[in-house]
């Protein structure tokens, strides 16, 4: 879950660059996520594991279309800013699933 994760973050760099938007900082919390889930553990982090693999089965071959389209000199823009709105909506749910947990409030009204 850590690796995949880590990807997810770095990979929500790219794509906010092709959709033409400045990514914010990545947080602590967003960071240390699957630490602070396995800690919380039961079935949070059984939930936390199936809807990271489901986000990165989302990213994966989203973001790899998009360089592609993008190499070939398409315009990505408006496809990349669905994807990085789906991407938006699943880090919020998944950071709300540790209680107490402000940066996915701040995060989805941004």
Do not use: C, H
């Not at 947080?27 to 199936?50: C, D, K, L, N, V």
Request: proline share 6%; aromatic share 6%; net charge negative.
């Amino acid at each position: 879950m850590d690796a995949t994760w880590a990807a997810l973050l770095d990979a929500s760099i790219a794509l906010a660059a092709l959709a033409g938007i400045e990514p914010e900082p990545v947080q602590p919390e967003e960071r240390y996520f699957p630490a602070m889930i396995r800690a919380i553990g039961g079935w949070r982090a059984e939930m936390a594991e199936s809807n990271i693999a489901d986000l990165a089965a989302i990213m994966e071959p989203g973001l790899a279309a998009l360089l592609t389209a993008k190499a070939r000199g398409a315009k990505t823009g408006p496809a990349a800013q669905s994807l990085w709105q789906e991407f938006q909506e699943a880090r919020a749910a998944l950071l709300a699933l540790i209680p107490n947990n402000d940066v996915a409030g701040k995060r989805q009204s941004a």
